[in-house]
């Protein structure tokens, strides 16, 4: 394929509602040399923002993982623990085009391993940094994606610059995102949802102490946690979901870190949902307002679960 490969990867692409009309207030250079208050805002308010997003992925993914298993100890041949290694290697992408951030690891490893633990980190991380920008009253939308793609676009170039992703799956996730989500949400391909399926193993009929039977018992783990970040939304689509019961029981911790109880993270979000819903609807803008109500109606649903959080 004229020297370029592809293969199966999981895409995640985020991206920030209302920046065009704040990055036209600074526009101009020497509005912001003059100091114009209303430049010097929109600076900080379009800039900030997009570092934030970017910093809270790598801190929530970071703070979720768990410490690597040491595989010396076991009574294993090398290149099985060689190859144990890779299926659980931290590899996780990123780049982006204005606010817009994409993160994506391939499927698989290059002997056909799932790398289920890569695509369950991809997904809190994405689950994580979308309530977070809530929480700073920032309305967000995404799509995840699965599919093929290649990253070997560029030659003779630095790593961050070939590692790039192209293809059919990075079109799929911004489909998602642009034409499917609608409100501040994150939909999930079917294809995704159909991986993980396809990606269980009946362990039973492995050889107990084989490769495929380590790395299926681990994998087959990982799956699961994968598919407590989704559920259906109401008008069927496969959603992340951010505010359920997973993410709640998982990073409520960073948010105590910031000096902050889970549920009243929770109800300043469903607070922000809310007055926005209202605000909107007051000045007859009403796909605003119905955007927020249905970002309401995903965040009641899921109230139960942050009710009953440790403070």
């Not at 997009?50 to 040491?70: L, P, S």
């Not at 590899?91 to 085009?97: D, G, H, N, T, V």
């Not at 109401?234 to 359920?244: K, T, V």
């Amino acid at each position: 394929m004229s020297g370029i490969s592809a293969a199966n990867y999981v895409v995640a692409l985020h991206d920030i509602m209302g920046q065009s009309s704040l990055l036209k207030k600074w526009d101009r250079i020497e509005d912001l040399h003059a100091e114009d208050e209303e430049a010097v805002d929109a600076f900080k308010r379009t800039t900030t923002v997009v570092r934030d997003v970017r910093n809270d992925f790598r801190n929530i993914v970071t703070a979720f993982a768990k410490t690597g298993m040491d595989y010396s100890e076991l009574d294993l041949p090398e290149e099985v623990i060689d190859e144990l290694k890779e299926i659980n290697r931290f590899e996780i992408r990123q780049q982006s085009f204005s606010d817009t951030t994409i993160w994506f690891s391939e499927a698989h490893t290059q002997s056909g391993f799932v790398c289920a633990k890569r695509v369950l980190y991809l997904l809190y991380g994405m689950a994580g940094v979308h309530l977070t920008q809530l929480v700073r009253k920032i309305p967000c939308r995404g799509g995840i994606s699965f599919g093929a793609g290649t990253t070997e676009l560029y030659s003779g170039t630095t790593d961050q610059i070939s590692g790039e992703i192209y293809g059919p799956v990075l079109e799929s996730a911004y489909r998602l995102e642009s034409s499917i989500a609608d409100y501040f949400r994150v939909v999930i391909h079917d294809r995704l949802v159909d991986f993980f399926e396809e990606s269980f193993v009946d362990i039973d009929t492995l050889e107990k102490g084989s490769l495929d039977h380590i790395a299926a018992s681990g994998n087959n783990w990982v799956l699961d946690q994968c598919q407590k970040l989704i559920t259906i939304d109401s008008d069927g689509a496969y959603i992340l979901d951010f505010a359920g019961e997973f993410v709640s029981e998982n990073i409520g911790e960073v948010f105590r870190k910031m000096g902050l109880g889970p549920a009243k993270v929770f109800q300043h979000v469903l607070g922000f949902a809310t007055d926005s819903q209202e605000l909107w609807a007051s000045e007859r803008n009403f796909q605003l307002a119905d955007r927020y109500a249905k970002l309401r109606g995903y965040l009641k649903h899921c109230e139960q679960y942050w009710v009953k959080q440790k403070q």
